[in-house]
């Protein structure tokens, strides 16, 4: 399986963007989707999952309220919409993709698969 995700940007606080995570190959293994961040001079962080069938949503403190993630199963995509975005949020995001069929989904190392990241930058 290859990610591939996309979408992020350049914008100012208060505004909105949508990132999408595609996935190619053995697209069916995936149990669960999420998305990590790594912000400067940060360890990466956890942001968001879900799980195939659309449950077991769950985000991180820092985002709930904020951000929205979704995947769509005939697309084989996983998309993050981020609302409200302040500078803290400034990171390179990660999107994931696991095969593990039950878990916390919380932690990296649940993830068999991981896009390239895309730069998210937020300025006050």
């Known amino acids: 399986v290859q990610l591939q995700a996309s979408g992020g940007g350049l914008v100012q606080a208060g505004d909105s963007l949508r990132l999408s995570c595609a996935a190619s190959?053995?697209?069916?293994?995936?149990?669960?989707w999420a998305w990590f961040r790594q912000g400067p001079g940060e360890e990466r962080e956890f942001v968001a999952h879900?799980?195939?069938?659309?449950?077991?949503?769950r985000y991180t403190d820092s985002v709930q309220g904020r951000f929205t993630i979704s995947r769509d199963t005939s697309k084989n995509t996983a998309e993050l919409q981020m609302n409200s975005l302040t500078p803290s949020d400034t990171a390179i995001y990660y999107c994931?993709?696991?095969?593990?069929?039950?878990?916390?989904?919380?932690?990296?190392?649940?993830?068999?698969?991981w896009g390239q990241g895309t730069l998210v930058t937020v300025s006050s």
């Open positions: 994931a993709a696991s095969r593990r069929s039950s878990g916390n989904y919380a932690m990296s190392w649940e993830y068999d698969y």
């Open positions: 190959g053995r697209t069916p293994s995936i149990n669960a």
């Open positions: 879900i799980r195939w069938r659309g449950d077991r949503i």
